[in-house]
């Protein structure tokens, strides 16, 4: 899954971003592209991709008598002894389809007609949450949960794909296009009633896949709730990098007798 993502949006993003050019972007879009920002985003997202990449393929191959598996803490332990194939193929069907999500969008006018911009903020999105996520893979190496059964062979080999538990990537992905989404729609009709309907999606979709994913044995919980973090995180932060200058929240000062009050406004 890994390599087909970074192919994907590496060549989706430098197609877009060589075709759309600065103040393109319609009046009423909330977003704007700004050349050196999506250059170094760009950069950002090539260079932890890279990162992760030679970290990961600098992880030995080794048999399992010779690995030292860590202790299981309390809370990871419901993973151990799982292994669902459909739970496997479930999540798989879950994080592919995911990416298909953001088309959706364009079920709207206004977003139909940014299509370009969206789709390079997404690549972008994608593309440094794979980034991240391969580096923080590569420097953990934590072993999967099924390396933990007792009736393996000893003389198994265990690849870095073995050692890749933390964090899980098919949920960072889900989260990072669900939130994604949810952003994007909240951005382009703030006093929509759907409003809270979207955000429940967003939220529930990744916490599904995840949840597949330790019940196929591949990652723990924690495993799951980091990369949720992560994704969320990635997909909800760079559509808010890209609005337009005067669209971002709202802070002030108001003095009082007794000290000062800040306020934050938020949509």
Excluded at 254 to 262: Q, R
């Amino acid at each position: 899954m890994r390599a087909y993502l970074i192919r994907y949006y590496i060549l989706l993003h430098l197609l877009l971003l060589v075709g759309t050019l600065p103040g393109q972007a319609q009046l009423e879009s909330p977003y704007q592209l700004s050349l050196p920002r999506e250059l170094g985003i760009s950069l950002a997202g090539a260079g932890s991709v890279t990162a992760g990449y030679f970290l990961n393929h600098a992880t030995d191959e080794v048999v399992l008598s010779s690995l030292s598996l860590p202790k299981v803490p309390s809370f990871d332990r419901t993973s151990l002894g799982r292994d669902s194939e459909s739970a496997a193929t479930g999540s798989d069907i879950v994080a592919y389809g995911s990416l298909l999500l953001p088309v959706t969008l364009m079920a709207d006018k206004r977003m139909a007609t940014d299509v370009k911009q969206l789709t390079i903020i997404f690549a972008e999105t994608m593309l440094l949450n794979q980034g991240l996520t391969d580096i923080i893979k590569g420097l953990a190496k934590r072993p999967r949960p099924y390396l933990y059964d007792a009736s393996l062979p000893a003389d198994r080999v265990v690849s870095a794909y073995d050692r890749s538990s933390f964090l899980s990537n098919h949920t960072s992905t889900v989260a990072a296009a669900t939130f994604f989404v949810g952003r994007v729609f909240a951005d382009y009709h703030p006093d929509s009633k759907l409003k809270p309907y979207v955000w429940v999606a967003t939220a529930t979709l990744p916490a599904v896949g995840g949840l597949l994913r330790v019940r196929a044995g591949q990652h723990f919980p924690s495993d799951v709730v980091a990369g949720y973090a992560l994704g969320a995180i990635m997909g909800y932060t760079i559509p808010v990098l890209h609005r337009r200058k005067g669209d971002e929240r709202k802070w002030t000062l108001t003095p009082l007798s007794s000290g000062m009050l800040f306020t934050y406004q938020l949509n």
